[in-house]
């Protein structure tokens, strides 16, 4: 009788041991997906900073592509550049119409999220910026 029980104790340690590594790995996953969350989230938040930052500055010109880079307090750096994309002349008065594109990447960890943003001007720069699009293009993580 002592072997039967023997035996049982162990089959129920064994079970008990694939239990706890079978919870442990899951646990270890779910903490690697939540990492990753808040990781493409800082990204993501980076990269609106730098949108933010590039329209704030108003530094666009007809001439060169304006860039700039910067971190967050809490985690996350982003890299924008402000670049010419058309201008049109008005047939009439023959006031320019500048269209420009903001790209800005937001990178924390190995989450990399770019925004575009596209924007025009009418008259003299740096004038009022008047969005026309925006979109999200798909990062890395």
Request: aromatic residues 6%; charged residues 20%; negative net charge.
């Amino acid at each position: 009788m002592g072997g039967v029980a023997l035996v049982i104790v162990l089959v129920l340690v064994a079970a008990g041991m694939a239990l706890s590594s079978a919870v442990a790995t899951s646990a270890a996953l779910e903490l690697a997906m939540a990492e990753q969350s808040t990781s493409r989230l800082r990204a993501y938040t980076a990269a609106e900073a730098g949108l933010t930052s590039a329209l704030r500055a108003r530094a666009w010109s007809a001439g060169e592509t304006w860039t700039e880079s910067g971190a967050l307090p809490d985690g996350g750096t982003w890299r924008v550049e402000v670049r010419l994309a058309a201008v049109r002349l008005d047939p009439v008065d023959g006031t320019p119409d500048w269209h420009f594109e903001v790209e800005s990447a937001g990178r924390d960890g190995a989450a990399i999220v770019t925004l575009l943003q596209g924007f025009r001007v009418s008259g003299e720069l740096p004038g009022e910026p008047q969005h026309t699009w925006w979109r999200h293009a798909e990062g890395t993580s």
